[in-house]
């Protein structure tokens, strides 16, 4: 897979024009890369609030809540891809669990003129940047709902989520080698 420097502005998302042309050296002109957005959507929401309403009760006791975040895509055919994130966070005071909430927010893009290589960057760091706002926004919204403050989701570095799963991938291969 190519380096995530190189997933930079000419991905940005399709206005409906053409975002120009490069010349190559052969005088033919080749379309820039572009992705669009086509759809936006929920595939599964859930929040369990288990020990209501003594974990609604209040406390001097902060809270820990951990927060997972993951990502997935695959092809749709030609040039249109999903991609899945996955949002799990957990708060629990003491052995208690005060909530769960779970979000598996997709969306559907079409990435034209894009390089093979260039693919899975797209759909593993710019989709997911594009889409996590809105995530975010449904975890604050169902965690507020439940009777707690809302859980504001810190900026999540997909580039570096990325990396991980090279690195791990990478890992994985060596290890079938040996």
């Not at 975002?19 to 957005?37: E, K």
């Not at 990502?71 to 957990?90: D, F, S």
């Not at 629990?92 to 290589?117: C, N, Q, W």
């Not at 975890?139 to 859980?151: D, S, V």
């Amino acid at each position: 897979m190519s380096d995530l420097a190189d997933t930079g502005a000419d991905t940005g998302a399709d206005t409906g024009a053409d975002t120009g042309a490069d010349t190559n050296s052969g005088g033919a002109t080749q379309a820039a890369p572009r992705f669009s957005i086509r759809a936006q959507y929920i595939k599964d929401y859930s929040f369990e609030n288990p020990n209501a309403p003594a974990s609604l009760a209040p406390s001097d006791e902060k809270p820990a809540i951990d927060v997972n975040v993951d990502v997935g895509a695959k092809p749709l055919g030609g040039v249109n891809y999903e991609t899945q994130l996955r949002i799990t966070a957990q708060a629990k005071r003491g052995d208690m669990v005060l909530f769960v909430a779970e979000l598996l927010y997709g969306a559907t893009i079409s990435a034209e003129h894009f390089p093979a290589e260039r693919v899975e960057p797209l759909c593993l760091v710019e989709v997911p940047r594009v889409i996590f706002p809105f995530a975010r926004r449904l975890i604050a919204e169902a965690t507020r709902e439940g009777g707690f403050a809302p859980l504001l989701i810190d900026p999540v570095n997909f580039a570096v989520l990325y990396r991980r799963k090279l690195e791990a991938r990478a890992a994985e291969q060596e290890k079938a080698e040996v």
